[in-house]
């Protein structure tokens, strides 16, 4: 049964950090595609940052426009989870954060989420 747990939500001032984590279980976790994704109230989910496999001990990773420069995804295979470094917090990063996970093009699994609210 695949588990993923977000962590590290909170409110915060614009211009802030947070880290995000993401403990999975259930997963061969080394060759699993994983995401964070965003919902913003009254939108819909969207994609934040993702690390892919692509073979060995190597990963993609790739950003929104909306994060690049401000966010970093990371991941450490030896505990099984995933990271969400957010710079430079803005109101408009407001939302509930979703780790997901999949072994394709989709993402199969999903995190329950972790609310982040940024005031001005």
């Known amino acids: 049964q695949v588990e993923l747990v977000e962590s590290g939500g909170g409110a915060v001032q614009a211009g802030d950090s947070l880290e995000l984590s993401c403990a999975a279980s259930?997963?061969?976790?080394?060759?699993?595609?994983l995401a964070w994704f965003r919902q913003r109230p009254g939108e819909e989910r969207e994609f934040v940052a993702a690390s892919r496999w692509r073979g060995g001990v190597a990963y993609n990773v790739d950003y929104a426009d909306s994060v690049k420069g401000r966010f970093s995804v990371s991941r450490y295979n030896a505990k099984n989870s995933l990271y969400l470094e957010m710079n430079s917090l803005q109101p408009e990063d407001t939302a509930v954060y979703y780790c997901?996970?999949?072994?394709?093009?989709?993402?199969?699994?999903w995190g329950q989420g972790t609310q982040v609210t940024v005031s001005s």
């Open positions: 259930g997963l061969t976790f080394r060759t699993t595609n």
């Open positions: 997901a996970a999949g072994s394709g093009a989709d993402y199969d699994y």
